[in-house]
């Protein structure tokens, strides 16, 4: 084993989600927060008009352009919305012992009872079920139901508002993921021409597939995200990860369906099963919370960013701590810094992977060799000549502690890659047939990109005939400043 750092001390590998919103929408906070390293956004279709999230995009890319950086863009649908409704006086005060109904005939609600958004809750909860209500913070046992009325005992109170969540403690609620404002949402996305939508609370592989079609119906081959936040998305993660191209760890709302103590573990069995699935795999909820307000993380937050990483995760995500907090690019930097640090504590091993695997596929068995290969010669860099991407995202699922290039003539691949992690999307030109020409572009992207230098060492791989994408059968070393066409 070698430190994972040996390579590449300077070069991050897991990426930066950064959320957008009120903290983060002038032009430039927006042209800090890339300079500061963020290689995905996230549009919150919880909040703002999609007249909002353009505006945030026009920005965005103008900040791209300032700076030379490709930055994805991710929409996450709000999906159901099991909530209480609103109070006479906006909150109440609960106490411990007391009796609280949850009715879903009641307009506005007092100290006795509130309403409900999600009135089919009635039919989702039996005597004995544990409710917890904005993120846990309030805990009621159902002790009757009666007509449209459920009838609870708070156990741990506290001050309840407007619109809080509601989880029911193991699961079991029956609402669908995709809501009809979800169906109407993907339209807006697919016209926002995003790389990314994820799909809040699935149940199953099938709820996946549904948003699928929606996509491909509103002509958009965005990569979808899978958040897994229900005890039924763990219990069916296989399905899941086999309908989806990434998946995100949401630890808020996992926590409170399956217990706070046992995220940490599932964290790592998800990112690792979505890694050997060859999913990407984001992990979110309060990673740097306090930097709302402060400009300094806690210990355990640096703790909490820094494991996440050596659990392998291609990408850390920021929420309020962007969009709304006092600190969005300050949290950028430090989010960025504690990657850096942790990455540099890692061990590559890459040879114990290979042991008893066995690739079928050509493209796929050439980008395992590459890795091999760049692992074994020290070279400076792997350059992934593609058309769709998957070429990088395989190198992306094991560690080599080498820097990948995806050099592709395709827009649309560019942005997708950008979460792979250890992956740096490079934009092509199109050069038709002509490999040579190909291969020389690439060498003058890396060097331009200051990736390498002439005489450095590098993989290339490429698929001929070129310009078919899934055909990568090609593998070759180079010496960067030395390539010269086939005669």
């Not at 109904?101 to 009872?113: E, Q, S, V, Y």
């Not at 002509?219 to 086999?242: H, T």
């Amino acid at each position: 084993m070698r430190p994972f750092w040996s390579l590449s001390l300077m070069h991050r590998f897991t990426k930066i989600v950064a959320t957008l919103g009120p903290s983060s929408t002038a032009p430039q906070v927006l042209a800090d927060l890339v300079a500061a390293g963020i290689d995905v956004v996230r549009l919150n279709f919880s909040h703002g008009t999609a007249a909002d999230h353009r505006a945030r995009l026009d920005g965005l890319r103008e900040a791209m352009r300032r700076h030379s950086r490709t930055v994805g863009v991710m929409a996450d649908l709000q999906g159901p919305k099991i909530r209480v409704g609103k109070f006479a006086g906006s909150k109440v005060l609960l106490k411990a012992g007391q009796e609280f109904i949850l009715d879903a005939d009641c307009p506005l609600g007092d100290n006795n009872r509130v309403g409900l958004d999600y009135p089919e809750l009635v039919g989702d909860v039996a005597p004995g079920d544990v409710l917890l209500l904005d993120d846990g913070r309030i805990v009621m046992d159902v002790r009757a139901i009666e007509g449209r009325e459920i009838h609870c005992i708070v156990r741990h109170g506290g001050e309840l508002s407007n619109n809080k969540g509601i989880n029911k403690r193991g699961g079991g609620l029956s609402a669908p993921a995709l809501t009809h404002k979800d169906m109407e949402d993907i339209k807006t996305a697919a016209s926002l021409d995003v790389d990314y939508v994820a799909v809040s609370f699935p149940k199953s592989g099938e709820d996946m597939r549904q948003a699928r079609q929606l996509l491909r119906e509103a002509n958009s081959n965005a990569m979808l995200v899978a958040k897994i936040e229900r005890v039924e998305a763990v219990a069916n993660l296989e399905d899941i990860l086999d309908a989806c191209d990434g998946v995100m760890v949401a630890r808020g709302d996992l926590a409170v369906e399956v217990g706070d103590a046992a995220v940490p573990a599932l964290q790592k069995r998800i990112i690792r099963t979505a890694r050997e699935s060859n999913r990407f795999v984001i992990t979110a909820t309060q990673m740097m919370e306090s930097m709302i307000h402060s400009p300094v993380p806690t210990r355990a937050e640096v703790s909490d960013v820094a494991n996440a990483v050596l659990d392998g995760t291609d990408a850390v995500m920021l929420s309020a701590e962007t969009a709304a907090g006092e600190y969005p690019v300050e949290t950028v930097e430090a989010m960025a810094r504690i990657c850096l640090e942790a990455e540099k504590s890692m061990d590559v091993s890459l040879d114990t992977h290979f042991l008893n695997r066995v690739f079928t596929r050509i493209d796929q068995s050439v980008a395992m060799a590459a890795l091999f290969t760049a692992y074994h010669l020290k070279v400076k860099a792997i350059a992934a000549l593609t058309q769709s991407g998957s070429t990088a995202l395989w190198m992306s699922r094991l560690t080599s502690g080498v820097p990948i290039y995806a050099l592709t003539p395709e827009i649309s691949t560019r942005y997708k890659c950008s979460v792979f992690r250890g992956v740096t999307p490079l934009l092509t030109g199109e050069n038709g047939h002509n490999r040579d020409e190909m291969l020389r572009e690439a060498e003058s992207e890396l060097i331009r990109a200051g990736a390498v230098v002439p005489g450095d060492l590098i993989v290339l791989t490429i698929g001929e005939p070129i310009g078919q994408p899934g055909g990568t059968n090609t593998l070759k070393l180079v010496k960067v400043g030395e390539h010269r066409p086939t005669r």
